[in-house]
């Protein structure tokens, strides 16, 4: 138990349809990022959060949309995906601005695109 | 833009002997830490080691440490007296100033019995 917990853990969803990804921290970080872990790309990171402001976008299709409501908090919303977007997602946490603390991690969101 | 490389994707070692994973960086900044991350088959990632780089001294925790190398951009983990529980996906990572984290493609250790 890492402190981070995502939900849920398993997702099937068909192309058409909305689904959002849950991710909760109570470790007091700041600092809130999701990565998209695939055999193709293995952690590679998709958004960051510091201090609830979005500090990176890494080229992500506008068919994921990040929310982070408060320091404890991160949505992924999802819509229109594509079976190439099949992958675990996984969400961290980090104290923001202090380099030498390391990110704590969710176990991750497995997503299927049908 | 940093970038992290892992070049070898699987290695294989036996138990309780020593085996060396290769990690290399490319950054502008200065200052920043390294990291090794372990992913077992769970898929939960754990902290291995850390390691700043001002600090010359290479750190160590355990069985495992490190060659920091920081004119080379190089960041070896070494893992001794290897175990069956220490088989997972081992990841480098590399955090700079701006809060991003990231990572290299990983390499597969497999731990022969």
């Known amino acids: 138990e890492t402190g981070v917990t995502q939900t849920p853990r398993h997702l099937v969803m068909g192309m058409t349809n909305k689904k959002s990804l849950k991710c909760e921290q109570h470790l007091g970080h700041n600092a809130m990022y999701w990565y998209k872990q695939s055999a193709k790309k293995p952690l590679e990171l998709m958004f960051v959060y510091n201090f609830k402001e979005q500090t990176e976008n890494n080229s992500v299709p506008s068919r994921f949309s990040p929310e982070c409501p408060n320091s404890s908090h991160l949505f992924l919303h999802l819509h229109t995906l594509q079976p190439e977007d099949s992958a675990l997602y996984l969400c961290?946490?980090?104290?923001?601005?202090?380099?030498?603390?390391?990110?704590?991690f969710g176990q991750g969101t497995r997503l299927t695109v049908v | 833009a940093q970038t992290v490389t892992q070049s070898q994707p699987e290695m294989s070692v036996q138990e309780a002997e020593t085996v060396t994973l290769s990690c290399t960086y490319d950054?502008?900044?200065?200052?920043?830490?390294l990291f090794w991350y372990k992913q077992p088959p769970s898929r939960q990632m754990i902290l291995v080691i850390r390691?700043?780089?001002?600090?010359?001294q290479n750190a160590t925790e355990n069985r495992f440490s490190v060659n920091f190398q920081k004119a080379a951009k190089s960041f070896s983990l070494k893992i001794s007296d290897s175990q069956l529980g220490d088989a997972a996906m081992y990841f480098c990572?590399?955090?700079?100033?701006?809060?991003?984290?990231?990572f290299g493609k990983g390499t597969r250790l497999h731990i022969l019995p």
């Open positions: 961290a946490s980090s104290q923001g601005r202090r380099m030498n603390t390391e990110a704590f």
């Open positions: 990572a590399y955090r700079g100033r701006d809060d991003k984290i990231i």
């Open positions: 950054t502008s900044e200065s200052d920043y830490y």
């Open positions: 390691q700043e780089a001002y600090k010359q």
